[in-house]
């Protein structure tokens, strides 16, 4: 199993600003992805992070608006730029498990204003 | 076009009594389905798998059920506790038994209540 550490666990942000998250891994994982629930819909799968290379993203999300990082095989970090109250979400990280699926972090909870 | 459907937004069963959580899937190939539990404030942990060549897993008070040819799966939770109170989300794979580079699909998920 993998424990994951994401912060942070809740924040309030005014619309325009941008918000970073942080995803800490406790072993080394060659992906990392990134999901967003909002409010009464399932997890939706935003972008894959590889150490080394640049993020996958899924149909309907850019780079601009949620600029990962992926410095080390532990670590990764989404950015929500330019906020807007659709923003509001949940956004979790999580990384490859076996039969497991996936390990998840305890989520980000964000609500623009 | 949801690719995974949990039809049901919540479901209230009384302890002790079975919970039947229910899922249907639209894309065949999908060869791996997970269940997920989700508290509040805290992220999904994973509860019980099932690969596409099985009809049946079991673990302990859970066990899930999947019938191909309807692209359906179920899963029984019994005797219920109320600890058992929760989000479960469905979950589905495209070729790997881990999700892969492709991540997971997952359900709305139903809000499971156990009353006393």
């Known amino acids: 199993s993998a424990v994951i550490s994401q912060k942070p666990s809740r924040d309030i942000c005014q619309r325009g600003t941008s918000l970073t998250i942080q995803c800490q891994v406790d072993?080394?994982?060659?992906?990392m992805f990134w999901y967003r629930q909002q409010p009464g819909q399932s997890l939706t799968l935003i972008a894959t992070?590889?150490?080394?290379?640049?993020?996958?993203?899924e149909s309907g999300f850019v780079i601009d608006k949620f600029p990962i990082s992926r410095p080390n095989l532990t670590f990764s970090t989404l950015t929500v730029s330019n906020m807007s109250p659709e923003d509001s979400s949940i956004y979790l990280c999580s990384v490859e498990g076996s039969t497991e699926g996936a390990f998840f972090g305890q989520g980000t909870r964000l609500t623009v204003v | 076009d949801q690719q995974v459907k949990q039809n049901s937004p919540s479901l209230s069963v009384q302890e002790g009594r079975i919970s039947i959580l229910n899922c249907d899937y639209t894309?065949?190939?999908?060869?791996?389905f997970l269940w997920y539990k989700k508290y509040p404030a805290e992220g999904p942990t994973f509860l019980i798998s099932?690969?596409?060549?099985?009809d049946k897993n079991e673990d302990g008070r859970f066990t899930v059920f999947l019938n191909k040819s309807a692209k359906h799966l179920s899963l029984h939770i019994v005797p219920s506790q109320p600890g058992d109170s929760a989000v479960y989300f469905c979950?589905?794979?495209?070729?790997?038994?881990?999700?892969?580079?492709?991540?997971?699909?997952f359900g709305k998920g139903t809000h499971l209540i156990i009353q006393p």
């Open positions: 099932i690969s596409s060549i099985k």
């Open positions: 992070a590889n150490q080394g290379s640049e993020a996958t993203y």
């Open positions: 979950a589905a794979s495209l070729g790997y038994s881990g999700g892969g580079a492709d991540g997971l699909t």
């Open positions: 894309n065949s190939m999908f060869d791996y």
């Open positions: 072993s080394q994982v060659t992906m």
